[in-house]
């Protein structure tokens, strides 16, 4: 197989609700069930909880991790933070047989997280909005993901002339009008996860990253989402709007042949 910087690449096998593993006990892995080589799984995690749930959670986090939350100035984003944080611990903690409390994270400098202890060779990355979080997982190789509610309310002309390369800006024109707001989300998301996966942030020029190859067919935006694309020497991979009910999603990694699954969090 050949595959070109901005060319399709079909070698992957997605499945959005994936039940291939049967240890899956109370919202938790058992030790000797792993994630395995070739996997890519993305967790769906609902933020709404109980005051009680959102206490539980809040005990599992690091001093760090609890100052953070008391620094969202309003109540129910400080809840959601809590509840994406924990469930992180509780993923990650479900490979690993220890306890979410346990775990120590590292950042880098431009603030992606990564595991400092216990030494594993699990990659993961995360991202909320509104009600929802995706957390993803894989070994021994970068990852970045990016999740978006889909919304109506975004200047996406003003926005994407100032994000979005020329080729972007000439595929989100030619979307019809009433589909224009998730073409921008479906760029938006898939840039992101680029950004997250290098570990670079915003400290990289989003117009330099471009993912025009993701919307070749503007009269299809949402059935692009089951394609898979190498864009920068990184594998994109759009998620339809069914893997995070009401979100534009993308997952980034490195690799062909890859198990892709998503599913919902029970934790």
Not at 101 to 122: M, N, V
Not at 124 to 150: M, P, Q
Not at 249 to 261: D, H, P
Request: proline fraction near 4%.
């Amino acid at each position: 197989m050949h595959t070109a910087e901005g060319q399709r690449c079909g070698l992957f096998r997605v499945d959005e609700i994936s039940l291939r593993r049967e240890a899956y006990i109370s919202g938790h892995y058992l030790a000797d069930n792993m994630l395995l080589q070739d996997a890519v799984e993305l967790w769906v995690v609902g933020l709404n909880a109980s005051p009680e749930k959102i206490e539980s959670a809040f005990q599992l986090l690091s001093d760090d991790e609890q100052r953070r939350a008391g620094q969202f100035r309003f109540p129910v984003h400080r809840n959601r933070f809590v509840m994406s944080r924990a469930n992180l611990r509780r993923i990650l903690a479900g490979y690993l047989d220890i306890e979410p409390a346990a775990l120590a994270f590292a950042y880098s400098e431009f603030g992606k997280p990564s595991l400092a202890a216990p030494q594993t060779d699990i990659r993961f990355n995360a991202s909320r909005s509104h009600d929802r979080a995706l957390i993803a997982c894989t070994r021994e190789r970068e990852i970045g993901v990016d999740t978006e509610k889909i919304r109506e309310d975004l200047d996406v002309d003003q926005l994407a002339q100032r994000f979005f390369s020329l080729e972007e800006n000439n595929r989100l024109r030619a979307v019809p009008a009433d589909m224009r707001h998730q073409a921008f989300l479906h760029f938006w998301t898939c840039k992101e996860a680029i950004l997250k996966a290098a570990g670079m942030g915003l400290s990289l020029d989003p117009v330099k990253i471009d993912v025009s190859v993701a919307l070749e067919n503007p009269a299809a935006v949402l059935a692009a989402a089951r394609e898979q694309f190498i864009v920068n020497g990184w594998t994109l991979i759009p998620l339809r709007t069914t893997a995070v009910e009401g979100h534009l999603s993308a997952v980034v990694t490195k690799g062909i042949e890859l198990n892709v699954s998503v599913r919902p969090w029970a934790g």
